[in-house]
């Protein structure tokens, strides 16, 4: 069965860096876009990133653009984030999630890593 596994979150102080893992199993990694949804505390879900099959192609919130770096290594069937100059507002719980169609469906989800940045 499909599964999404994150790791890597933590406490960090503004204006550092973390990287986050999601390692998938049960499906063709390499055949699907994978992307990165957080969740901030009493507020709803909001898309971070994501990158296509191949990872030739990838999308960033403006809200991440230029901090924050997908990618994946389609021989280990990980996907990464890569989160730099962290502000408090990024604190959340971040899900790693699977786009069944490339167009931002997603179908099956991680149960989360929580990242949390305060000083």
């Known amino acids: 069965q499909v599964q999404l596994v994150e790791s890597g979150g933590g406490l960090v102080q503004p204006g550092g860096s973390l990287r986050l893992s999601c390692a998938a199993s049960?499906?063709?990694?390499?055949?699907?876009?994978i992307g990165w949804v957080r969740q901030a505390p009493g507020k709803g879900l909001e898309w971070v990133s994501d990158i296509s099959g191949g990872g030739g192609k990838a999308n960033y919130a403006d809200s991440v653009l230029g901090r924050f770096t997908i990618s994946r290594d389609n021989a280990k069937n990980t996907l990464y984030l890569q989160m730099n100059s962290l502000k408090p507002e990024d604190t959340a719980l971040y899900y790693c999630?699977?786009?069944?169609?490339?167009?931002?469906?997603?179908?099956?989800w991680g149960r989360g890593t929580q990242v949390t940045v305060s000083s």
């Open positions: 999630a699977r786009d069944f169609t490339g167009w931002g469906e997603y179908d099956y």
């Open positions: 049960g499906f063709t990694f390499s055949n699907l876009y």
